[in-house]
């Protein structure tokens, strides 16, 4: 038996979602540690004076701002020409040495090389459609990053998805859902969502296949980075790999 069950989505479906959204992404509960989560970077990247970053699926640039701030020098890119727009102005506001890009992130093309990269949170990773998507992704940052830099990485994890959500597809790991979004004027519109999960196991694999070193894997809370021990039950897990 043929068994046709493979869902697939397009990996730039969040553009539009996040055009629309704006400054409301914000109002997201799991936006709001980002101070603690950007002092578990600086701690475990060993990031020195002025380093530069390339945050990846930064979104309105909250943790880019952030490294900003404690002199380090971000570039941040998004697939979201409103989410860079957000990221750009708080930047020159507070007079930041932060760059922003509106950009696909399984096509970068970056002049510089980097120190260190992040991407957190489902930024463009666990949204990039089918596995080719995803080791775009991969092969983009390491393309992007310095020989022996750090690269630590965010994405859902499949055996959470499996056991809470109901749509959760064990052919991709792939969960859906509709659901109604507001703007900052107050407009709704629903918008159909999609997310890959993984398991520790798979993205050993993909960041091996693409040119890293996994160093550690842990569970990962929003807001509460740390060395947690990870478990089914964690929502997130978090690589931590290096650049060969």
């Given at each position: 038996m043929t068994t046709n069950h493979n869902r697939q989505y397009n990996g730039n479906y969040y553009e539009g979602i996040g055009n629309f959204l704006g400054e409301n992404y914000l109002n997201y509960g799991f936006t709001m540690g980002t101070i603690e989560e950007v002092d578990f970077l600086v701690k475990h990247m060993n990031l020195q004076a002025g380093a530069s970053i390339l945050?990846?699926?930064c979104g309105p640039g909250r943790h880019s701002l952030e490294l900003a701030r404690r002199g380090f020098q971000p570039v941040g890119v998004d697939i979201s020409s409103s989410f860079i727009e957000i990221a750009r102005k708080k930047a020159n506001e507070e007079k930041l040495n932060a760059e922003f890009i509106v950009a696909d992130a399984r096509e970068l093309e970056l002049s510089q090389s980097f120190d260190g990269a992040i991407c957190l949170c489902e930024g463009a990773f666990g949204l990039a459609g089918d596995d080719e998507g995803h080791l775009q992704i991969l092969r983009g940052i390491h393309k992007a990053l310095k020989p022996d830099s750090l690269f630590i990485l965010t994405a859902m994890n499949a055996f959470s998805e499996a056991q809470k959500n109901g749509s959760f597809d064990p052919y991709t790991g792939t969960t859906n859902s509709r659901e109604t979004i507001t703007n900052p004027e107050g407009e709704t519109k629903e918008v159909e969502f999609y997310t890959t999960a993984f398991t520790y196991r798979e993205l050993k694999i993909l960041l091996e296949s693409s040119g890293f070193k996994v160093l550690?894997?842990?569970?990962?809370?929003?807001?509460?980075?740390?060395?947690?021990i990870l478990s089914v039950d964690d929502i997130e897990l978090m690589m931590i790999s290096q650049r060969l």
């Amino acid at each position: 038996m043929t068994t046709n069950h493979n869902r697939q989505y397009n990996g730039n479906y969040y553009e539009g979602i996040g055009n629309f959204l704006g400054e409301n992404y914000l109002n997201y509960g799991f936006t709001m540690g980002t101070i603690e989560e950007v002092d578990f970077l600086v701690k475990h990247m060993n990031l020195q004076a002025g380093a530069s970053i390339l945050d990846v699926g930064c979104g309105p640039g909250r943790h880019s701002l952030e490294l900003a701030r404690r002199g380090f020098q971000p570039v941040g890119v998004d697939i979201s020409s409103s989410f860079i727009e957000i990221a750009r102005k708080k930047a020159n506001e507070e007079k930041l040495n932060a760059e922003f890009i509106v950009a696909d992130a399984r096509e970068l093309e970056l002049s510089q090389s980097f120190d260190g990269a992040i991407c957190l949170c489902e930024g463009a990773f666990g949204l990039a459609g089918d596995d080719e998507g995803h080791l775009q992704i991969l092969r983009g940052i390491h393309k992007a990053l310095k020989p022996d830099s750090l690269f630590i990485l965010t994405a859902m994890n499949a055996f959470s998805e499996a056991q809470k959500n109901g749509s959760f597809d064990p052919y991709t790991g792939t969960t859906n859902s509709r659901e109604t979004i507001t703007n900052p004027e107050g407009e709704t519109k629903e918008v159909e969502f999609y997310t890959t999960a993984f398991t520790y196991r798979e993205l050993k694999i993909l960041l091996e296949s693409s040119g890293f070193k996994v160093l550690d894997g842990y569970g990962c809370i929003a807001g509460n980075f740390s060395e947690k021990i990870l478990s089914v039950d964690d929502i997130e897990l978090m690589m931590i790999s290096q650049r060969l």
